[in-house]
């Protein structure tokens, strides 16, 4: 069982930056691959970027070379760092952890989810 819990969101407004943490508990952090995922209300919940436990990253299109995701896992954390948001980034973000090392960005394919926490972008 692996336990996660999120912090750092918040409002903040375009164009600024905001930096998500992910603090795991429980079974061997760093085995696991962590992704971050984030919905919006009204819509279906979408990959943001993942992580495998050798740092391979991954992004979404829509964030890619926006939003930066890296991984302690001496300290059992994964980070989002988001640069330059937008509106549309507006949504609460979720950590997630597959039992296995590689990051994939299909969240059915994620095992332990954190509660999430909200991001929301002012125009």
């Known amino acids: 069982q692996v336990q996660l819990v999120e912090s750092g969101g918040g409002l903040v407004q375009a164009g600024g930056s905001l930096r998500l943490s992910c603090a795991a508990s429980g079974r061997t952090f760093g085995n696991n691959a962590m992704g971050w995922f984030r919905q919006a209300p009204g819509k279906e919940r979408e990959f943001v970027a993942a992580i495998s436990w050798s740092g391979t990253t991954y992004y979404a299109a829509s964030v890619k070379g926006r939003f930066t995701i890296s991984r302690n896992n001496a300290k059992n954390n994964v980070y989002l760092q988001m640069n330059s948001v937008n509106p549309e980034d507006t949504a609460i973000y979720y950590c997630?952890?597959?039992?296995?090392?590689?990051?994939?960005?299909?969240?059915?394919?994620?095992?332990?989810w954190g509660q999430g926490t909200q991001v929301t972008v002012s125009s």
């Open positions: 997630a952890a597959r039992s296995t090392a590689v990051a994939v960005s299909t969240y059915l394919s994620y095992n332990y």
